[in-house]
């Protein structure tokens, strides 16, 4: 019977140590990297080339897609409705510094290896991921999980850009 508690004693302390270093290195990594917009793919993809040193497991540039945003895709033929626009909408950033900011519960990797990331033209703003769904450039994207209260907010701006008729939801639009 000691035993027993002795291991249980022994595996609590290994998970709190282990735990609290995990804590420790989250507190310590920065929340926001600073890149420059290197090129701009489309309406929900950019290149970006990190300022200072990149984040663990990336590259100085890196190719990095909105997460929770999906605009329509320019490369296909003919290119969806509005793909220009968006692709219009997100060049304004082009040659601009931005912030790039991970989800806590996504993956940092979508599945053709871009950065899965929040993109700020400035800290105090809302992502430019929400401004592409607010102003009609994009639809909400929640086929994969992110953050629930980001999930919320951008399905919002979806209904509010719907509602009102802006972007690709205005005359002719979907």
């Known amino acids: 019977m000691k035993n027993i508690w002795r291991r249980a004693f022994v595996v609590s302390l290994f998970l709190f140590v282990t735990i609290s270093c995990a804590i420790g ?7 926001w990297y600073e890149a420059v917009v290197t090129a701009v793919v489309d309406g929900d993809t950019i290149q970006i ?3 200072d040193d990149p984040p663990p497991d990336c590259s100085w540039n890196e190719r990095v897609r909105f997460i929770g945003v999906d605009t329509p895709e320019l ?3 003919p290119a969806e409705y509005y793909a220009r626009e968006a ?3 997100t060049n304004r950033y082009y040659q601009k ?3 790039i900011e991970f989800d806590s519960v996504s993956s940092t990797r979508d599945q053709y290896g871009r950065l899965l990331a929040y993109v700020y033209n400035d800290i105090n703003q809302i992502p430019i991921n929400k401004q592409l769904i607010s102003e009609g ?7 994969f999980a992110f953050d ?7 399905k919002n701006a979806e209904q509010d850009a719907r509602a009102n008729q802006r972007g690709l939801w205005g005359l002719g639009g979907e």
């Open 97 to 99: 510094n931005v912030l």
């Open 137 to 143: 450039y994009g639809f909400f994207y929640g086929e």
């Open 148 to 154: 629930p209260e980001r999930m919320y907010e951008f």
């Open 75 to 77: 490369y296909t033929v």
């Open 49 to 51: 080339q990190f300022v």
């Open 25 to 31: 290195q989250l507190e310590d990594a920065p929340s």
């Open 87 to 89: 692709r219009t909408y």
